[in-house]
């Protein structure tokens, strides 16, 4: 597990950089899945993280993972919550717009998901997964070793989501005169200000009426405060060999709300805070401060009702 200073150009597979924090929220859906009373279902997950590689999560999934120490416990808690939650959310968010009627689903940022293989997608349904080529590439000799199956027509797209995407995903399939469902989940932070504008630009352009959105809010520099605060989460596991500087993997600077961006371009938007999310699927959003940077933040979930 690697990191280094984020550039313009930079790249990454599933062991470095920013590929290792999907290797991470595997790790903690693979967790959450085997809960008595789970809240989601993954069964890829486990395997998926093991064939990364990484120690330190290859040893949180396996159960080997014991330091003894209250703190880390705690922090690895915190985080298998979150990532239930939230994963739970964006689960109910594709399944929703299957009954409404909408049959492409465009996955952002996909790192190690696997609801192309997991959810039960409407009838007819296509699925595009976009992310770096290298971690697409690992994902699908994963899945293929796995002998896993998509459970429904799927095309995993290899481009950077600062490069043209959009072009990539219309040359995979994808029709944007058809409505679609987007996820942007995980993924601002890792963006810099202006990509993410260019990003709800790219699929605004994309989005025939009734097209939908899900994403999350965090608010002001989110960069500098999710990584400020999110050395008591991962803080906490050093001692047991997570060298993941999580902070300098996102990028600082004031930029736009979303909500209101959305709202500008044509978008009905709902938004949910996290703790109403939190007890929305059973759960008490925790006071321990490790995951203060989630206090403030919204689940978003908008419709396009204008024709673009």
């Not at 949180?60 to 014991?66: A, F, K, P």
């Not at 705690?74 to 985080?79: D, E, H, N, Q």
């Not at 990532?83 to 909408?102: E, H, P, Q, S, Y």
Request: hydrophobic share 45%.
């Amino acid at each position: 597990m690697s990191t280094r200073s984020r550039s313009d150009a930079d790249s990454w597979d599933l062991a470095s950089s920013v590929g290792a924090t999907a290797t991470m929220v595997a790790a903690a859906r693979a967790l959450a899945s085997a809960d008595p009373d789970p809240l989601i279902d993954d069964p890829y997950a486990a395997a998926l993280v093991r064939a990364v590689g990484i120690d330190f999560f290859t040893r949180l999934v396996d159960g080997t993972l014991d330091s003894g120490d209250d703190r880390s416990a705690t922090a690895v808690r915190l985080m298998v919550d979150a990532m239930a939650v939230r994963t739970r959310f964006f689960d109910d968010f594709f399944l929703d717009a299957g009954r409404a009627g909408i049959r492409q689903a465009v996955i952002l940022a996909a790192g190690l998901d696997s609801r192309p293989y997991r959810l039960a997608w409407a009838p007819g349904t296509v699925v595009y997964e976009i992310d770096q080529p290298k971690v697409m590439a690992a994902k699908a000799a994963a899945m293929s070793e796995l002998g896993a199956t998509p459970a429904t027509a799927h095309h995993a797209v290899g481009v950077d989501l600062r490069d043209d995407w959009p072009k990539a995903l219309c040359d995979s399939g994808f029709d944007p005169t058809s409505p679609a469902a987007f996820s942007a989940e995980g993924l601002l932070m890792y963006l810099p200000p202006e990509a993410q504008d260019r990003l709800f630009d790219d699929i605004t352009a994309l989005s025939a009426a009734g097209s939908r959105i899900a994403t999350e809010f965090h608010g002001g520099d989110f960069g500098a405060s999710m990584a400020e605060r999110t050395q008591g989460l991962t803080g906490a596991w050093q001692a047991d060999g997570f060298d993941l500087d999580l902070g300098t993997l996102m990028y600082h600077g004031e930029r736009s709300n979303v909500v209101d961006y959305l709202l500008d371009r044509g978008w009905q938007v709902h938004t949910r805070d996290r703790a109403d999310v939190y007890r929305d699927y059973g759960k008490q959003f925790p006071s321990d401060e490790m995951i203060a940077p989630l206090r403030n933040s919204v689940a978003v979930t908008a419709i396009r009702d204008q024709e673009k």
